[in-house]
């Protein structure tokens, strides 16, 4: 058995990339006609999740990355509070 076998999730690469702050993150798609339902997501003990509807890799930033992506994607955001 291979290692993509056992991570199915690496076997195709993710259509974008999302790096954020919080291991909680919501994701609506590209927005507008475009978009799909808001869903929110939680990391758990893994550094990224996947959103199921569109594919997008939310990947959580480490200590020395300071610029997180959450302007080039509006449907992702922290929590309740926002940025």
Known sequence: MTDQAAAP???IDPP???RVRSR???CSGAGGALGH???FMEMGEQD???CGYCDRRFV???DD???EDEALA???YEGAAGH
Do not use: K, N, S
């Open 9 to 11: 999730h690496d076997a």
């Open 16 to 18: 974008e990339v999302i």
């Open 24 to 26: 909680r993150v919501a």
């Open 37 to 39: 339902p808001r869903v």
């Open 48 to 50: 990224w999740v996947e």
């Open 60 to 62: 959580l930033l480490t």
């Open 65 to 67: 990355e300071v610029t």
């Open 74 to 76: 509006p449907g992702a």
